[in-house]
Every structure is written in C-alpha cells, then in structure tokens.
C-alpha cells in the first residue's frame, strides 16, 4: 500500500499544468490504481485544469475506482454548467458507474439537462442503477448474460445472449430507448469477433453523439484492425462532434497499427484542442505500452466516456 508521501509525490504531477499531458495521465492511471481517499483528493485537484480532455478523463477515473467518497466532487462538477459538456456528462457517467441509489435524484434532475449529451448520459445512469437495484448484477454473475472481458466499469449491462444479427437490429434501432442500445453494444463488445466489430462501426453513422462517442471508446477496448477504416473516418470528419473524434483516435491509439499511427499524426496540430491532445496522449500510449515504466492501466483508459 503506497504512502501519503508517495501518493502526493504522483498528485503533484498530475496537477502540474506545465508537464506535457501524457506524462499527467501516466500520473493519473496510477492514481485510479492506488485509490483511496488521498488518490482521490488529487483527482479532485485537477478539475482546476484548462484541459477538457484531462477533466473528462479525471471523472471517468473516479467512476471505475467505484469509491463513493467521489460522489460530492463528481455531483459539482455535473452541476457545473461552467464546465465543458464532455465533461459534465462523464461524471454523470461516473456516478452511475460507483451505484450508490444515493444519486438517483440527482441523476433524474439532470435527465432534463439542456445539453443533450448530458441529459442522455443521466438517464443512462438512472437505468443502470435501477438495474442493481433490481438485482441485475446478480443476474450477471450467475452466467445468464455475456460476462466483461475488459474489467471496466460499464454505462450498461450487455445483452441477454443474442446473435449478431439480433444485436445489431438493437443496436441501430434509433426507436428503441439508448439503455437497451447500449445493451446491445456492450453484448456486441464481449463476442470480440470481427462481425460484432462491422456491426458497431455501423453504429457511428447514428444520429446521438453520445452513442457514437462510446462505440468508438469499445472498438477502443476491442483492438480489432477490422475497426480502423470506420474509426479513421471518424477522426478525419472535422464536422463530427469532438467528443467522438476524440473517441475515435484513443481507439486507434489503442489498436496501435502503423496506419493508426499515420492518422494518429496528421491530427496532433488539429484545430479542435480535445482532439490534438488525444491524438498525442494516443502516441504516448503507443511509446510506453511496452515500457518498465508507468503503464496504463488497461490499455488507454476510456477517453472516455
């Protein structure tokens, strides 16, 4: 277990502004792994930041770490109609993802927020803890849906068993409410295969941000190469919301391919600040994945949301 000392000496870089970015999320990730109340002071600290991209990445931290001493940081900043959109609605997210019923209130004000990222976001929370509440999680465990190979902490539970072709009719059916989508997104994710990957990457033609956004964070966890014409599409449309071209180049950072790499590159002097400053966390990510030094933790963590 690491010190108060030791803890503090990683929060100090993680609030430094004048270290470059990468280096701050190494200090980040290693932050989420330690935990605890000081780990999470220092994550509370840095929502002083300019950087959209190191806030949003900063709630989603604090989600997956599932410690409800989170919960009034977090509840701030979702309040915070000062702060970027992208990062209100991944501590929306992050509040669904620690499952205290403690939140639901709150997450139902906010279902009617004006911004419709963070509205969607909110009612996706709000049904994800009326599912534990329901006793899903128990559900889950006992085998009766796919189980998550990638250890996070999810928006929503994967499908009951389906096949792809069931999935995608699901997964693309703009009627349907975003919970069961999501469902079907996460089902689609845990099958790994390729055909599970062309059917997601037919969800970024959809019409809600959100919902692009985060099928671009699980082609992200998947790794597949199947998935790069639909992500690099994705990051070269300078019409796509930020959030989902951020998205979409933490995914080809984590594929990792020379042609990632390429595209990875030509937008480190993007106009748009949130999608410059992933495309060089995402070559970071390249350079230490294999390194003795900090690691990130599970490949890139959710640029998120």
Not at 184 to 191: E, G, K
Not at 246 to 261: D, N
Request: aromatic share 6%; proline share 4%; hydrophobic share 40%.
């Amino acid at each position: 277990m690491a010190s108060v000392e030791q803890v503090a000496a990683v929060g100090h870089v993680l609030v430094d502004s004048g270290l470059d970015l990468a280096r701050r999320f190494r200090a980040l990730f290693t932050l989420r792994n330690l935990g605890g109340a000081e780990a999470i002071e220092w994550i509370s600290k840095a929502f002083a930041d300019e950087s959209a991209l190191l806030k949003h990445e900063l709630a989603y931290c604090l989600g997956q770490m599932q410690d409800r001493r989170a919960i009034p940081i977090l509840t701030a900043v979702l309040k915070d109609s000062q702060q970027e959109p992208m990062v209100r609605h991944e501590a929306g997210e992050a509040l669904g993802a620690i499952g205290d019923p403690v939140v639901v209130d709150l997450l139902k004000e906010y279902s009617q927020d004006p911004v419709k990222e963070v509205a969607e976001t909110c009612q996706l929370a709000v049904r994800r803890l009326e599912w534990l509440l329901g006793g899903g999680e128990r559900q889950l465990e006992d085998g009766s849906t796919d189980k998550n190979p990638y250890n996070s902490v999810d928006p929503a539970p994967p499908a009951t068993r389906k096949s792809v072709a069931e999935l995608r009719v699901i997964l693309l059916d703009e009627t349907l409410p975003l919970f069961e989508r999501y469902r079907a997104m996460f089902a689609l994710r845990n099958l790994g295969n390729e055909e599970a990957v062309l059917v997601l990457g037919d969800g970024l033609q959809c019409s809600s941000a959100l919902f692009r956004h985060e099928i671009g964070y699980v082609l992200g966890q998947m790794q597949h190469p199947a998935a790069v014409p639909a992500l690099r599409a994705a990051l070269d449309c300078c019409n796509e919301n930020p959030m989902v071209r951020h998205e979409a180049a933490e995914a080809l950072g984590s594929i990792g391919r020379e042609e990632c790499v390429a595209v990875l590159q030509r937008h480190c002097g993007d106009r748009e600040r949130v999608v410059k400053e992933s495309c060089e966390v995402a070559l970071d990510m390249l350079e230490y994945e294999n390194s003795d030094q900090f690691q990130y933790a599970d490949g890139l963590v959710r640029l998120q949301g």
